[in-house]
């Protein structure tokens, strides 16, 4: 690892995230979508190199595309990832809506990433009125996917926060801790008052899932607000927002003093019904506000000290 910056320096630096696939949308929505283990590696290492920190990652099945939360289908990724690359690595826990705790965080428990992301609430999660975009699905399982979230929950129990604190915490992995309303800060201000998480916080607030807190520049506000009032300076504040939203919610965070997560995760799009090519062009176009207000992007190093991350010496991806 590089020599620390100072500590002044680090005021004016952005983290950009980058969660290149998740499993939100599914493959017949965009063609530019991550599917394969060579597709996710080439994505990750296209944003690192546009300026993003941190990657973070969810697997699928090569076949089909369907989310797989299996150490296996995330091994051959993580390895060219981690050889080629000083980007931070951030796993998923939260997988897919439609999957248990003990499946979600089996990759985490496997590799011990430096970050890991954790879901603060149970939440409906409701992607069905994607169905009025889309009408044509190349695999069976897609339409199911979406139309059963109508009536599916994602599952995030106290009981499943503290079984995912307790589990990476022995790894020494810290979080990416996703937001998506503003009971959910109050849920991670019990558990930091528990001893069960430690400061400094990197909270990831989550703008503009059907189920969550919407995208209204005060609901932007009112959820900055409200984690500076819990958890002053023993915070670092990051947002997301879904669909067409990513950009001007980005562009709120940075006004405020915010770092950014961008990806086709979060949205498919690079402007009105222009699709992103590649995660790496939403990683520019954040950098490009990032430096347009004077800012500067923060390099991996510089999350990791701004962040305290163990060190990717640490993790347990094979070479």
């Known amino acids: ?5 100072d500590p002044k320096e680090l005021r004016n630096k952005v983290v950009i ?12 929505m965009s063609p530019h979508l991550p599917i394969t283990p060579e597709e996710i590696s080439q994505a990750a290492l296209e944003a690192a190199q546009a300026g993003a920190a941190i990657v973070h990652l969810h697997a ?14 995330f091994l051959p990724f993580l390895k060219e990832i981690h050889a080629k ?3 931070v690595i951030n796993i998923t826990t939260g997988g897919a809506p439609t999957m248990l705790v003990e499946e979600r965080l089996r990759p985490c428990a496997t590799y011990a990433p430096e ?3 954790l879901n603060m609430g149970s939440m409906n999660f409701g992607l069905f009125p994607m169905l009025k ?10 339409r199911p996917y979406l139309e059963n979230s109508d009536e599916r929950i994602f599952k995030n129990t106290f009981r499943d926060i503290k079984n995912i604190l307790e589990t990476c915490r022995e790894n020494e992995t810290r979080f990416e801790i ?4 503003i009971g959910h800060l109050y849920t991670l201000s019990y558990f930091a008052s528990e001893g069960l998480i430690k400061p400094p916080f990197f909270i990831q607030s989550v703008f503009g899932i059907l189920g969550g807190i919407g995208v209204h520049p005060e609901d932007v506000a009112h959820m900055k607000r409200t984690a500076d009032r819990l958890f002053g300076n023993d915070y670092v504040w990051s947002v997301l927002g879904a669909g067409r939203n990513q950009l001007p919610i980005a562009a709120q965070s940075l006004s405020m003093g915010g770092n950014v997560r961008v990806g086709l995760e979060d949205s498919l799009w690079l402007g009105k019904g222009r699709l992103a090519q590649r995660n790496a062009d939403q990683v520019k176009a954040a950098r490009q506000m990032i430096e347009g207000l004077g800012l500067s992007i923060a390099t991996p190093d510089e999350a990791r000290q701004i962040l305290k991350l163990k060190g990717k010496e640490k993790v347990r991806i094979p070479n």
């Open 1 to 5: 690892m590089s020599s620390a910056t």
């Open 115 to 117: 970050v890991a992301s």
């Open 60 to 73: 699928r099945n090569p076949q089909t595309g369907q989310p797989d939360q299996s150490p296996e289908a």
């Open 133 to 142: 975009r889309y009408k044509d699905f190349q695999y069976d399982w897609e």
């Open 85 to 87: 690359s000083n980007v």
């Open 17 to 28: 995230t980058c969660a290149v696939t998740g499993a939100i949308h599914t493959p017949s």
């Open 178 to 181: 996703e937001c998506y309303d």
